[in-house]
């Protein structure tokens, strides 16, 4: 078992992986900018050392600042949680090439499903539905054009690096197309320094519900159920429950049988999810690969008791899995509470968070890494913490949901809890009745004042 772990993110996840390393007796060394130097990861690590200045670039995001402090701190193994370096294949080289275990995917691993038009090639070898469309990268405009006849309207053009929404343009009709082709490529180019493009057909009021799998250096893989991640906005989720409501005994089986076929044809060790999109009539299709803990692991961990973090350090360290197929005994929702403005189109809202108050209570798990004094800097993604709710029906996990967020104060920056509060009470989202395009619809309701 490793000795001492290196995590190399900040903020809830940071936070979140000491706790279990703790919990193990492993020692952990905490990275920061000069940004975070007062976030609770800092405060909570055995050791902890600055890499550098705000910009994630010049310190989450260079290499060498990272495995310089795992080198002076003879750390054994470092964990990138989410984001960041957790899914860059050169940077799990870098590890291995210094003797340092990278818990998470190889890097030829991430090299195969990190790039979504080979992944898709490699799902489909592996008798995974995909959603029909190119077969790899599209030449040019041309050859897009003609797919997309060949495909039928409506079609999803996206980045082959892509991820988080960035690079991504549904087009409706034939006379759009040039526009979207364009405007997609240049914004690829411009998050990923690669404009490669690839298409799919477009699903219709698409469900995105993604499996929850773990693999181990046997060759073995287990899925650990789904998690319903439909209520996005801007291709980003906002909250997330499991089980499904769309879910049926009958569909669960095919979707976590595909997801560990798929794991086990690529032999793939570690913690990962694979993504589908469902349509109406409760056909699957894969979407895409993350080869990484996610955000919303938490909901997955609720309903089966199960540390997820915990059984990716111990498959980093060659521990077998157990093998089991996990079906959920209760329902989970997290709502990700970001320093958002929903009642401004969720602008940012950086700044010192004067006074908070958490909410608690049976069936409630609060990951957060603020406190009131904290100042939330404005270079890094607005997520502040996550509220989980877990009970015996989804009913009851909404009812203690609703009752959590009205407890849950935070002032001094504007939150997205607000937004969490009304979607509680959405007449769709109680009746389970929603799908990707639910944020396109919703409205705010005008904020009360006190």
Same mark, same amino acid.
Request: proline fraction near 5%; hydrophobic fraction near 35%.
């Given at each position: 078992?490793?000795?001492?772990?290196?995590?190399?993110?900040?903020?809830?996840?940071?936070?979140?992986?000491?706790?279990?390393?703790?919990?193990?007796?492993?020692?952990?060394?905490?990275?920061?900018?000069?940004?975070?130097?007062?976030?609770?990861?800092?405060?909570?690590?055995?050791?902890?050392?600055?890499?550098?200045?705000?910009?994630?670039?010049?310190?989450?995001?260079?290499?060498?600042?990272?495995?310089?402090?795992?080198?002076?701190?003879?750390?054994?193994?470092?964990?990138?949680?989410?984001?960041?370096?957790?899914?860059?294949?050169?940077?799990?080289?870098?590890?291995?090439?210094?003797?340092?275990?990278?818990?998470?995917?190889?890097?030829?691993?991430?090299?195969?499903?990190?790039?979504?038009?080979?992944?898709?090639?490699?799902?489909?070898?592996?008798?995974?539905?995909?959603?029909?469309?190119?077969?790899?990268?599209?030449?040019?405009?041309?050859?897009?054009?003609? =797919?997309? #006849? /060949?495909?039928?309207? &409506?079609? +999803?053009?996206? !980045?082959?690096?892509?991820?988080? $929404?960035?690079?991504?343009?549904?087009?409706?009709?034939?006379?759009?197309?040039?526009?979207?082709?364009?405007?997609?490529?240049?914004?690829?180019?411009?998050?990923?320094?690669?404009?490669?493009?690839?298409?799919?057909?477009?699903?219709?009021?698409?469900?995105?519900?993604?499996?929850?799998?773990?693999?181990?250096?046997?060759?073995?893989?287990?899925?650990?159920?789904?998690?319903?991640?439909?209520?996005?906005?801007?291709?980003?989720? =906002?909250? #997330? /429950?499991?089980?499904? &409501?769309? +879910?049926?005994? !009958?569909?669960?089986?095919?979707? $976590?049988?595909?997801?560990?076929?798929?794991?086990?044809?690529?032999?793939?060790?570690?913690?990962?999810?694979?993504?589908?999109?469902?349509?109406?009539?409760?056909?699957?299709?894969?979407?895409?690969?993350?080869?990484?803990?996610?955000?919303?692991?938490?909901?997955?961990?609720?309903?089966?008791?199960?540390?997820?973090?915990?059984?990716?350090?111990?498959?980093?360290?060659?521990?077998?899995?157990?093998?089991?197929?996990?079906?959920?005994?209760?329902?989970?929702?997290?709502?990700?509470?970001?320093?958002?403005?929903?009642?401004?189109?969720?602008?940012?809202?950086?700044?010192?968070?004067?006074?908070?108050?958490?909410?608690?209570?049976?069936?409630?798990?609060?990951?957060?890494?603020?406190?009131?004094?904290?100042?939330?800097?404005?270079?890094?993604?607005?997520?502040?913490?996550?509220?989980?709710?877990?009970?015996?029906?989804?009913?009851?996990?909404?009812?203690?949901?609703?009752?959590?967020?009205?407890?849950?104060?935070?002032?001094?920056?504007?939150?997205?809890?607000?937004?969490?509060?009304?979607?509680?009470?959405?007449?769709?989202?109680?009746?389970?009745?929603?799908?990707?395009?639910?944020?396109?619809?919703?409205?705010?309701?005008?904020?009360?004042?006190?």
């Amino acid at each position: 078992m490793f000795k001492k772990i290196l995590i190399a993110n900040r903020g809830e996840i940071a936070l979140r992986v000491i706790r279990t390393c703790k919990e193990m007796g492993i020692k952990t060394v905490a990275v920061y900018s000069t940004a975070d130097a007062d976030s609770l990861h800092v405060k909570f690590a055995d050791e902890a050392v600055c890499i550098g200045p705000p910009a994630s670039s010049e310190s989450y995001l260079k290499m060498s600042n990272v495995i310089a402090a795992a080198e002076i701190t003879n750390a054994d193994a470092i964990h990138p949680g989410y984001g960041f370096l957790a899914e860059n294949a050169k940077f799990s080289k870098i590890c291995q090439e210094h003797d340092i275990k990278f818990i998470g995917a190889s890097p030829e691993m991430i090299e195969r499903m990190g790039d979504k038009a080979n992944a898709k090639e490699t799902m489909k070898a592996a008798g995974v539905p995909c959603v029909p469309g190119s077969d790899g990268v599209i030449g040019n405009f041309e050859d897009c054009k003609r =797919l997309a #006849e /060949e495909t039928g309207y &409506p079609v +999803m053009l996206k !980045a082959s690096a892509g991820g988080g $929404g960035k690079g991504m343009r549904g087009v409706f009709k034939p006379e759009k197309l040039k526009e979207a082709w364009d405007a997609a490529k240049k914004e690829a180019k411009a998050a990923f320094g690669n404009d490669d493009m690839y298409m799919e057909k477009l699903i219709e009021e698409p469900r995105h519900i993604e499996i929850q799998i773990v693999g181990d250096s046997t060759g073995r893989a287990c899925h650990l159920s789904e998690r319903d991640c439909s209520i996005q906005r801007r291709h980003q989720k =906002l909250t #997330e /429950e499991v089980p499904s &409501p769309f +879910m049926t005994t !009958a569909l669960r089986k095919k979707m $976590g049988d595909a997801a560990v076929k798929a794991a086990e044809y690529i032999k793939y060790e570690g913690a990962g999810t694979i993504e589908f999109l469902v349509d109406k009539h409760r056909n699957f299709y894969f979407m895409e690969m993350n080869t990484r803990i996610q955000v919303e692991h938490t909901i997955t961990e609720q309903v089966i008791d199960f540390d997820l973090i915990r059984e990716q350090i111990l498959v980093a360290a060659k521990v077998p899995i157990s093998g089991k197929n996990y079906t959920p005994k209760l329902h989970s929702i997290e709502c990700r509470i970001t320093a958002e403005d929903p009642y401004n189109d969720f602008r940012p809202s950086p700044g010192k968070i004067t006074t908070l108050h958490a909410p608690g209570g049976h069936g409630v798990r609060l990951d957060t890494h603020v406190y009131a004094g904290y100042t939330v800097p404005p270079n890094y993604d607005s997520m502040i913490a996550k509220l989980i709710t877990t009970a015996q029906t989804r009913e009851e996990a909404i009812n203690k949901m609703k009752r959590a967020l009205d407890e849950f104060v935070i002032e001094g920056i504007k939150t997205s809890i607000p937004f969490h509060r009304q979607l509680m009470d959405h007449p769709d989202y109680l009746a389970g009745n929603y799908t990707t395009k639910f944020m396109e619809d919703f409205v705010m309701e005008k904020q009360i004042e006190e």
